[in-house]
C-alpha cells in the first residue's frame, strides 16, 4: 500500500503524518511500520482526516486515538506552510484552527515561518489535566497527571529507565487509558527525559520531546506550590519546550510551543 506522508520535527519529538485516508482500524498497523528504523524512523504517526467542525481546516488523529501536543503543533505548521484555506496571517504568525483526537472541539494552533517561508515554530494550547494525584513510590512521591486519552508519571530526580516505567506503569496505568508516560523530571536542571507507551501501536519510545508530558510536569508543579508557571522553559533531549499553565484554585488553561521543522515529503509503502 501507497500513502503520501510529512516527516516533521517538533523539537525532536520527530512524528509522521500519513496524508492518505485510511481507515481508523488500519492506524495502529499502519503506524507500527512507519516507525521501525528500517520505514521511516519516527517517534510517532497522525493521520489527517476530514473535520467534524466547519470551525476546523483540518483533522488530525493519532495512532492510538491520544492526544499529542506536539503533532497538533507540527500538524499547524504544515498546513500553514502548505497555505491551507481558513488559515489567518498577521505578518509572519499564522492562527490554524485544527481538531486533534483527545481533545474536544477546535484547537487554534499559532505557526510562524522563518527564512524563505519554511515553519520556525509553533504553539499551542492544551488540554487541561483533570486530575493532579501525588502518590507513593519509592519512599517518595510522583505526580500522577491524568489527561482525556494519556497519562503521565513526573518521578523527580530519578536516572531515566525503562524498568522504572513499568513498575510505575503497572501500579498507575490504567487499561482504560489509551497512553501512558514516565517523565523523569531533574527540578534544579529544568530539564525531563519522557518515556512513553500507546497501547494501540504497542509502542514506548524515548521521546525528543513530549508536549502533554510537560504540561504534566508544570502542572505538577503548579499543583504542589498553588501558583501559575509561566513561559518555564524545559529542556528535553531533542530539544526544549515552553510551558505555560494557568492555576486558579485548580489548572484552567496550558500551553506549548517550540520550533519546528519540516523534515521531509513523499512517499511511504506499508503492508496493509
Not at 508557571?229 to 506549548?256: C, D, F, H, N, Y
Request: glycine share 12%; charged share 20%; aromatic share 8%.
Amino acid at each position: 500500500m501507497e500513502l503520501g506522508f510529512v516527516k516533521l520535527n517538533p523539537a525532536g519529538n520527530v512524528t509522521v503524518i500519513v496524508l492518505d485516508p485510511l481507515p481508523p482500524q488500519l492506524y495502529g498497523r499502519v503506524a507500527r511500520q512507519i516507525m521501525r528504523p528500517t520505514g521511516l524512523g519516527a517517534e510517532q504517526v497522525g493521520f489527517i482526516e476530514r473535520p467534524r467542525d466547519h470551525g476546523a481546516v483540518a483533522r488530525l488523529s493519532m495512532m492510538g486515538g491520544e492526544f499529542c501536543g506536539n503533532a497538533a503543533r507540527a500538524f499547524a505548521a504544515w498546513l500553514a506552510f502548505r497555505g491551507y484555506p481558513g488559515i489567518t496571517w498577521q505578518g509572519d504568525e499564522a492562527q490554524v484552527p485544527i481538531e486533534v483526537s483527545g481533545h474536544a472541539g477546535v484547537l487554534v494552533a499559532k505557526a510562524g515561518r522563518g527564512p524563505g517561508g519554511r515553519p520556525a515554530w509553533a504553539s499551542s494550547p492544551m488540554p487541561v489535566p483533570h486530575r493532579v494525584s501525588f502518590l507513593p513510590f519509592r519512599n517518595r512521591e510522583l505526580a500522577l497527571v491524568e489527561f482525556a486519552g494519556i497519562s503521565h508519571a513526573v518521578v523527580w530526580d530519578a536516572d531515566p529507565d525503562a524498568e522504572v516505567f513499568r513498575k510505575v506503569a503497572a501500579d498507575y496505568w490504567d487499561a482504560a487509558t489509551p497512553a501512558f508516560g514516565v517523565m523523569f523530571f531533574r527540578e534544579g536542571a529544568a530539564q525531563m527525559t519522557p518515556l512513553v507507551a500507546v497501547r494501540d501501536s504497542d509502542s514506548l519510545v524515548w521521546e525528543g520531546s513530549c508536549a502533554s508530558g510537560t504540561v504534566a510536569v508544570a502542572s505538577a508543579l503548579a499543583a504542589m506550590e498553588r501558583r501559575s508557571v509561566r513561559s518555564m522553559e524545559l529542556k528535553q533531549p531533542g530539544g526544549e519546550l515552553r510551558v505555560t499553565v494557568e492555576w486558579e484554585e485548580g489548572i484552567t488553561g496550558a500551553e506549548i510551543g517550540g520550533a519546528v521543522q519540516v523534515v521531509a515529503q513523499g512517499t511511504v509503502w506499508v503492508d496493509p
